[in-house]
């Protein structure tokens, strides 16, 4: 059982930043593949960015490419997202989300997730 906890979240003016971290509970961490995934109201859960369990291989949506930067500290058992250069359209609950396993980080299926924290970027 691995349990997820979001912080960082918070308002932010457009083009600005927000770091998110996400601490996991558990001793096998650095055997999860961990991602970043986000709801804005009215929409589906979608998928932000994906690290592997080294930290080397990541992977993002064209979305956030370039603004988004994914990274792990597995000592810590925590997960990072830092965001730049932020967009209204960004605004959204930023969930964090584990699968066990995985040796790939072209997508996941999540087998915990966190419970979100809110981002939200104002005009």
């Known amino acids: 059982q691995v349990q997820l906890v979001e912080s960082g979240g918070g308002l932010v003016q457009a083009g600005g930043s927000l770091r998110l971290s996400c601490a996991a509970s558990g001793r096998t961490f650095s055997r999860y593949v961990m991602g970043w995934f986000r709801q804005a109201p009215g929409t589906e859960r979608e998928f932000v960015a994906i690290i592997g369990w080294t930290g080397l291989t990541t992977y993002y949506a064209d979305s956030v490419k370039g603004r988004f930067t994914i990274s792990r500290d597995n000592a810590k058992n925590t997960v990072f997202l830092q965001m730049n250069s932020l967009k209204p359209e960004d605004t959204a609950v930023y969930y964090c989300?584990?699968?066990?396993?995985?040796?790939?980080?072209?997508?996941?299926?999540?087998?915990?997730w966190g419970q979100g924290t809110q981002v939200t970027v104002s005009s």
């Open positions: 989300a584990a699968e066990f396993g995985r040796s790939t980080v072209d997508g996941m299926t999540p087998d915990y």
